[in-house]
T-cell receptor, first 112, second 113 residues
Framework: KQEVTQIPAALSVPEGENLVLNCSFT??????LQWFRQDPGKGLTSLLL?????REQTSGRLNASLDKSSGRSTLYIAASQPGDSATYLC???????????FGDGTTLTVKP | DTGVSQDPRHKITKRGQNVTFRCDPI?????LYWYRQTLGQGPEFLTY????????KSRLLSDRFSAERPKGSFSTLEIQRTEQGDSAMYLC???????????FGNGTRLTVT
């Protein structure tokens, strides 16, 4: 059974700082790993999806990496802004299951 | 393409009542997923459809829960005899296929009093 862990559960940084969010998973037999953003009371917004054959994906100030062998993914946010404040979740899509397994997220606060 | 749509956004019901939620996926997306999320937790998988076929149900989905996707388009999730423990955000997501990004709706917030 896939288990996904995100540490830390919460993170507070000053505006402008670069930061890294971590995601680890126990079963490396994944098709892809997807990062999401969730604002309070809202659904999830997809940020980046990394296929199992890829090492990283970039979108604007966001860069996500994947290391299947170690069961780890990171989301790098450059030059953080107060608007980046949200909960960030990762989800691993397994080859032997038709669904994604989510971590509990990291709640990011960027202070002006 | 208006994204994944869920209705209603909020539902307050008394314990023991039945409730039904609807999800309209992105058109042409053949996979549709239901997840449940409680405060401070990540989404937990409930069930998913490939077109109209329900391919997997979580053990979380007791006999009181049923989901349908009759024509392979919209889906409904029904909870019978609601309990206070059913209070949660119910999220629907769709994707083009097994290895495609998930796209979520804004969810239905259920409160059972």
């Amino acid at each position: 059974k896939q288990e996904v862990t995100q540490i830390p559960a919460a993170l507070s940084v000053p505006e402008g700082e670069n930061l890294v969010l971590n995601c680890s998973f126990t079963d490396s037999a994944i098709y892809n790993l997807q990062w999401f953003r969730q604002d309070p009371g809202k659904g999830l917004t997809s940020l980046l999806l990394i296929q199992s054959s890829q090492r990283e994906q970039t979108s604007g100030r966001l860069n996500a990496s994947l290391d299947k062998s170690s069961g780890r993914s990171t989301l790098y946010i450059a030059a953080s802004q107060p608007g980046d404040s949200a909960t960030y979740l990762c989800a691993a899509y397994n080859t032997n299951a038709g669904k994604s397994t989510f971590g509990d997220g990291t709640t990011l606060t960027v202070k002006p | 393409d208006t994204g994944v749509s869920q209705d209603p956004r909020h539902k307050i019901t008394k314990r023991g009542q039945n409730v039904t939620f609807r999800c309209d996926p992105i058109s042409e997306h053949n996979r549709l997923y239901w997840y449940r999320q409680t405060l401070g937790q990540g989404p937990e998988f409930l069930t998913y459809f490939q077109n109209e076929a329900q391919l997997e149900k979580s053990r979380l989905l007791s006999d009181r829960f049923s989901a349908e996707r009759p024509k392979g388009s919209f889906s409904t999730l029904e909870i019978q005899r609601t309990e206070q423990g059913d209070s949660a955000m119910y999220l629907c997501a769709s994707s083009e296929g097994y290895n495609s990004p998930l796209h979520f709706g804004n969810g239905t917030r259920l409160t059972v009093t």
